[in-house]
C-alpha cells in the first residue's frame, strides 16, 4: 500500500478514492455526527479511520487526507479541520506524517477567517462598466458566485433571490450576482431569466487566477459575506436553511 501511495502516478489513488467514496455511499456507519457538530460529508473521513480489515493503516491515512483536503478547498475548512484534526487525537489515531503538511494547508486559508479584509474582487457590468467591492463599502456585501452552466447554482439560485426579496427594503445591504460566463452564455440567460432580477456582474477573464488563488475558489456555487467595513464575515457561507440569513441579521445589529 505504501508504495502505491508514494508512486508518481496517481491513476491508482484516484481509482481508490472513487471505489472507497462507492463503499461509503452504500453504507455509512452508525456513529453519530451530531456530537461533532459536523455533516455526513465529513462523517466519510472519520469512516475511513473506523474501518478494521477493510483498508491497512497507509491506505486509511492517505484518504482521510485526501477527503480533508477536499473539505478545506470546499466547505467552511477552518471549522471542520480543527474538529476533525482535534477528534483525530482525542482517539489516538497516529496522523504526524500527514499533519505539517495538512498545517501547512489550512494556514494558505487564514487570510478568510472572519474579521480578516476581503480581498479584491471586482466585476464587470451587462453595461461594460466595472465594479469593485470597495464601491459598495458602507453595505452589507452578500455575493452569490454561479454560472449558467453549473446546475447546484442554478438549483440554488432561488434561495438567495429569496433572501434578497425578504431585504429588498432595506439599503444597508446589496446582493452581487458574480456569473463565471463568458459574456454571450451571461447576457443570453439574463435575457431569457427577467425574473432573474438584482445586480448583476460577470467574472473578467483577466482576472479569472488571481480571484481564484484569493479567494480560494475552487468550485461553485459560492457564497460570500462582506461586512460595512469591507472585512469577511464568511468566506465560505452556506445558502441551505437560515445560515446566512443568521449572519445578514447579525451584522444588521452591528
Known sequence: DSIYIKAPSSQFLWYLTKYY????????????????????SEMYMINILHCKNELSEE?????????????????????????????????????????LYLEN??????????????????????????????????KIIIIDIWATWCSPCI??????????????????????????????????????????????LRRREIEDRPLGVAWKISGIPRYIIIDKKGNIIDAFANNAGENIKSLIDSALMK
Open 21 to 40: 467514496r462507492r463503499l461509503q455511499n452504500n453504507s455509512l456507519t452508525s456513529l453519530d455526527s451530531s456530537k461533532l457538530r459536523i455533516g455526513n
Open 155 to 200: 438549483a440554488q439560485l432561488p434561495h438567495t433571490l429569496q433572501l434578497q426579496e425578504t431585504y429588498r427594503n432595506n439599503s444597508d445591504l446589496i446582493f452581487i450576482f458574480l456569473s463565471h460566463d463568458n459574456d454571450e452564455a451571461w447576457k443570453k440567460y439574463l435575457k431569457g431569466h427577467p425574473e432573474f432580477k438584482g445586480f448583476h
Open 59 to 99: 491506505v486509511k491515512k492517505y484518504l482521510f487526507c485526501y477527503y480533508l483536503l477536499m473539505e478545506i478547498g470546499i466547505n467552511s475548512p477552518l471549522p471542520i479541520y480543527d474538529t476533525l484534526i482535534a477528534w483525530i487525537k482525542n482517539n489516538n489515531y497516529e496522523f504526524s506524517e500527514y499533519e
Open 105 to 138: 494547508v489550512k494556514k494558505t486559508f487564514a487570510h478568510l477567517k472572519p474579521g480578516k479584509p476581503a480581498p479584491a474582487l471586482t466585476g464587470i457590468s451587462p453595461v461594460g462598466r466595472v465594479y469593485s467591492i470597495n464601491d459598495f463599502k458602507g
